[in-house]
């Protein structure tokens, strides 16, 4: 089983017959195209992908691991979904986004990009000043109160995924 986010289905030619797909309904409504709508609409008709909607306490789950990673900021409400329902059906993340498979990784969700490889580390985001190395929550936005450098995001790696 699939869960696919809006790039697998707009940057993919999946066919969806075998019925392995799940969407949200934040996917469905992210989807502008007419002929791409239709299409999805057709596959949801014939049974080959199923609508979810995650459960509170997976959506919390998530939210809280991309916190620890640092991506929350980065992720909208339909990727936070998109990795409920992951994470609730025990399925693969289809999907393109780099924050969205480092926040899998974390959870233990394989996944797998569609048109690029993925992602072959885990990293997990803090946000620090430039100038005194002062470390922030990652919401945090504008200079250092301790120097007045910019504060940027910054990457710590773990070992190979893949």
Known sequence: MR??????????????SDGEYIITYGVLSELLE?????????AI??????VHVPGEQYKKTVSSKAYETGDLNTLSETDLEVLASCLENN??????????????????????????????????WERVC?????????????VCPTCGHKT???ASYSERID
């Open 130 to 142: 430039a100038g005194c190395g002062r470390k922030f929550e990652d919401s945090f936005k504008g």
């Open 91 to 124: 399925a693969v993340l289809a999907s393109d986004d780099y924050a969205m498979q480092n926040v899998a990784a974390a959870l233990g969700i394989a996944f797998e990009g569609l048109t690029h490889k993925g992602i072959s580390r885990q990293v997990t």
């Open 152 to 154: 940027r995001r910054k």
């Open 45 to 50: 008709g014939k049974n080959h992908i199923k």
């Open 3 to 16: 869960v696919l986010d809006t790039s697998a289905i707009l940057r993919s030619d999946l066919d969806f």
């Open 34 to 42: 007419d002929g791409v709508k239709d299409l999805i609409d057709l």
